[in-house]
């Protein structure tokens, strides 16, 4: 049994009695959506093409995944699948859910985006033991189609667990209706704060009107993790202890920790703690599952249980009772507790995150030797992107670079990123490089870096040139220097 410090105690944390016969599996069953949301962070790709790809059934058949879960013995088991988007391979995953249902012991929770049509499903057994959680992405959809393919959803059985918007710049403004609608149409709606991914990967503040709405709409207890900046190393977790990350290509691990996979379809599971572990990350990815963790969360329900999507929109619901009799619920009941450092409170430390932070002192060493600054008005470059030089059309790719504005009235505001005159993202979250003021000797140029995820276009095979163009504080283009890049299949 394994011991903690917290705020100055020695705690022990055994698994609870539930615990003890139950697994949760994050099958990641695909990278393949239709989507392409500027703040996913999954290296999705948008078509199949006839070589292997990063799906799950494009590895083994339906029939080798069926006898790889048949085959575990936990007397609850929930499987989460997460993509892509698992529905876009509709007669295989019929098949796959169809199995899982027809066993009867599958508490089976999908991520989807409900682009599907709910008829071809409706053979399925026993919908309702499929928990789903559809979120609505603006830049992808309109709401009313996507609001009558949600309906269409449950009337053909499925249970919908939670409708969810992610608070990205594009969706704020339409949330509070989102909500609404949500409420009339008889369905348990959340925002979920938005991870700093895509675009948006270094987008260090929410915005004061997103602090706003989860004030109102976020429980407590994902409050706290957002409160902590998904800081938890050294943290006692139980999440390592009951569950496990399963592949497309069926190696599976337990989740969190350094500890070797096997082979799903072939092998055992791995064998996890026995007790809650240790948290090894320098940051947490802070998924429902994970909060609901962490026995030192003080707005987490002891004794610790295996927390699903259900469970979590009972958990939103009493949120909104609560919020409804007292405006200032989410206040008092964040302020009542404090955070690990046993001094701040968590309302306190929560309300930080709209504050700004200063950036990283840079020393310029007076007599050091530094190159010169080329003569142009803003001064930047792309300096990396992934598979270097060459991708799929319609591909995600990580690049990297940065843009400096020379005149004094202010830095450069944004970066949109370009290719055949199409615009593939724009960029106004500008992180430190620090090899820059000590390559140029200048300390203004450290806040000048840009860098995340954008989607290619859908371009027929070829050269085309990556640009980068920076816009001003008058709001004037300054191209940047070009990348090639090969286009293929």
Known sequence: MASFPVLGQTVQYPLTPELQNAIRITWNISHWCNYQCDYCGVMVFSRRTGEKQQHSFD????????AAFLRLKQEKIIVKMLGGEPFVDRVNWKRMLSGLLEAGRFEIEVFTNGSWNADFFRDVPTPEKVHMVVSFHSGQTKFEPWRERLLRIRDAGFTIARAITVLAPENVEDAESFLAIMKFDGIQAALTPMTPAGIYMHKKQMAEQVSQLIEREVTPAIAWMQAQRFKTKGMPCFFPSVSYDLEYDGRIRVSCLDIPSTNFIREALPEGPRQAAVCPLDSCVGCMEMVYSMPVNPFVEKPVRLFGELDFAEDIRSQWRHTEQNPNHFKETMSSALMPDGKTDCYEAFTSLVKE????????????????MPDVPVLGYIDGFQQAREARASERIMISGWAYNRSPLGPVKQVRMTMDGRNLGVFED????????????????????????????????????????????????????????????
């Open 357 to 372: 932070t200063a950036p990283p002192t840079i020393d310029i060493p007076a007599d050091g030797i530094y190159q010169a």
């Open 430 to 489: 500008f992180y430190p490089r620090p090899e820059l003021p000590q390559l140029f000797g200048r300390k203004e140029l450290l806040e000048v870096g840009f860098q995340g995820l954008i989607f290619l276009p859908g371009l027929r095979p070829g050269n085309y040139d990556l640009t980068a163009v920076a816009i001003d504080h008058n709001g004037q283009e300054h191209p940047l220097p070009p990348q090639p890049v090969n286009i293929i299949g």
């Open 59 to 66: 590895h083994y058949p339906v029939e080798d995944w069926l």
